[in-house]
């Protein structure tokens, strides 16, 4: 039995590493091919738009459980909204589908906690539960990318309501890990900023308002969104279907900013400390952190590395992969 994952990215790649080492095949599908493979990984270019390339990849690899982490992020999104949209939304779409046609086993997808960040104004203090209530016109999601991963969740919900897929859905808080010299994401850009600041002993401002934020904020290391994938697909029964995936801690931006200063040596950041918005530049700060009870009890995951961790490993990690290429 073969695992699909689409999007050889960040995650996609840590969790095709992850199932490899428990000794299972893997199909791994994107429009473009990773530096490296593990073993046990097959690679395939496919678009996750495509139906007839996804029917064929799972035909002709006895596919019977995909995890779908394809996506464009926040920044390419605004870019190039038709198709971030359409990555995020018709991908979505053309995967469930393929998964009622060939009555797959399961579908995890990856979501993402920005979903709820449009309603911080009124949550908390209590941890922020995957069933939330939102206002639906003023909460309503404040970015691209966060109403297409809200969509995307409704979508598997109701396949799963008026089709039996069985589906999952997986809520990550920032995600830790990456390429420190190319990042792409909002996490990967502010860590690799403050690490190589802290590398080379300068004194730096950050500017971008995406990476200055108020009061607290989730991270998440990568291992463990792979983890959590894995749980995802070996659970027996998830009657929630939606989770949240991140470590319990919080962390401002001093305390972050302290936290590599302790890892890779002391340096000296300025930022505008007026600023009153929550994380990448969402309007409102977050309350209070996401809970995360449910994917305990029903997917057996808990986080297990902190930011401390996440940080020494990410950086060390991404050295490896930078002078492998």
């Not at 086993?105 to 911080?120: D, E």
């Not at 999952?168 to 808080?173: A, C, D, K, T, V």
Request: charged residues 20%; aromatic residues 6%.
């Amino acid at each position: 039995m073969t695992v699909l994952i689409t999007g050889a990215g960040l995650i996609g790649c840590a969790l095709a590493e992850g199932l490899a080492a428990q000794g299972k095949d893997v199909v791994l599908v994107d429009i473009c091919e990773p530096p490296a493979l593990p073993p046990r990984t097959k690679f395939l270019a496919v678009d996750v738009t495509d139906a007839q390339a996804i029917d064929r990849a799972i035909v002709d690899h006895n596919v019977r459980e995909i995890v779908h982490t394809a996506a464009l992020l926040s920044t390419a999104m605004r870019t190039d909204p038709v198709r971030g949209l359409s990555v995020n939304l018709l991908g979505t779409i053309t995967l469930l589908q393929a998964c009622r046609h060939h009555g797959l086993r399961r579908i995890v997808l990856v979501s993402s906690t920005t979903v709820l960040y449009s309603g911080f104004a009124t949550l908390g203090p209590e941890p922020v539960p995957e069933d939330a209530a939102l206002g639906l016109v003023s909460q309503r999601p404040g970015s691209l990318y966060a109403i297409s991963k809200l969509t995307g969740e409704q979508l598997a919900l109701l396949y799963r309501d008026l089709d039996g897929v069985d589906t999952i859905s997986l809520r990550f808080g920032a995600v830790v890990g990456g390429r420190s010299d190319a990042p792409t994401s909002v996490p990967g850009r502010l860590f690799s900023t403050l690490v190589e600041a802290a590398r080379n002993g300068r004194s730096i401002r950050i500017d971008d308002p995406f990476l200055i934020w108020k009061g607290k904020e989730e991270f998440v290391d990568v291992r463990d969104c792979a983890r959590a994938a894995i749980c995802a697909l070996e659970t027996e029964r998830a009657p929630l279907g939606v989770y949240n995936i991140v470590h319990p801690r919080q962390w401002s931006l001093d305390e972050v900013i302290a936290t590599v200063a302790d890892i890779y040596g002391p340096f000296s950041v300025s930022y505008d400390r007026t600023v009153s918005t929550g994380f990448a530049g969402f309007p409102h700060v977050r309350p209070a952190g996401s809970a995360t009870s449910k994917a305990r009890d029903e997917l057996g995951f808990s986080a297990s590395h902190d930011l401390v961790d996440s940080l020494g490993y990410w950086w060390q990690s991404s050295a490896r992969a930078n002078r492998s290429m």
